[in-house]
T-cell receptor, first 111, second 111 residues
Framework: GENVEQHPSTLSVQEGDSAVIKCTYS??????FPWYKQELGKRPQLIID?????GEKKDQRIAVTLNKTAKHFSLHITETQPEDSAVYFC??????????FGAGTRLFVKA | ETGVTQTPRHLVMGMTNKKSLKCEQH?????MYWYKQSAKKPLELMFV???????ENNSVPSRFSPECPNSSHLFLHLHTLQPEDSALYLC??????????FGPGTRLTVL
């Protein structure tokens, strides 16, 4: 069946460095790719998303890139801060009601 | 608060008990979801309702039974659960199946 692979599972960076998380999806019909951040003990919240007709999207320190040919997309966080420490989930949607999530990346930002 | 609430926040039950989880949203969304979140595993989509009709059921065991009486409320009825069903159960809603707004979750422990 369809799946989304996410790497790495754990990422540790120094404050101020950049962090990159990558996801690969299998369903070529996927057309919407959100990224969620889940802080410890809290609910997942959308931080950025991208649609299949766009190659890159940026929002302040966060950017997402999409390569539809290779079926992968990435989250880039620049100038990381301790409050960026959380679990990040990517997801791929084929239809309005079918969402497949990656396994998550636990990001640690060391001060 | 994102406008999606869940009760109870914590639940401990025996394998022979029957309990229900409740989710409520007043965001005017027309789709609602149940997810299971276990440690170190991807978010697992259990059920999706659109306009109060179930449109997706990912082969969830029959000991989980969803109910959507109206567009603002979603229930998950539990009976004869197993210890491996212990997890965080997240409810989400969505306006058009894109960005999902999550509730705080119910932490379920099955003894």
């Amino acid at each position: 069946g369809e799946n989304v692979e996410q790497h790495p599972s754990t990422l540790s960076v120094q404050e101020g460095d950049s962090a990159v998380i990558k996801c690969t999806y299998s369903d070529s019909a996927s057309n919407y790719f959100p990224w969620y951040k889940q802080e410890l003990g809290k609910r997942p919240q959308l931080i950025i998303d991208i649609r299949s007709n766009v190659g890159e999207k940026k929002d302040q320190r966060i950017a997402v890139t999409l390569n539809k040919t290779a079926k992968h997309f990435s989250l880039h966080i620049t100038e990381t801060q301790p409050e960026d420490s959380a679990v990040y989930f990517c997801a791929a949607l084929r239809s309005v009601f079918k969402t497949i999530f990656g396994a998550g990346t636990r990001l640690f930002v060391k001060a | 608060e994102t406008g999606v609430t869940q009760t109870p926040r914590h639940l401990v039950m025996g394998m022979t008990n029957k309990k229900s989880l409740k989710c409520e949203q007043h965001l005017g969304h027309n789709a609602m979801y149940w997810y299971k979140q276990s440690a170190k595993k991807p978010l697992e989509l259990m059920f999706v309702y659109s306009l109060e009709e179930r449109v997706e059921n990912n082969s969830v065991p029959s000991r989980f039974s969803p109910e959507c009486p109206n567009s603002s409320h979603l229930f998950l009825h539990l009976h004869t659960l197993q210890p491996e069903d212990s997890a965080l159960y997240l409810c989400a809603s969505s306006p058009q199946g894109n960005e999902q707004f999550f509730g705080p979750g119910t932490r379920l422990t099955v003894l």
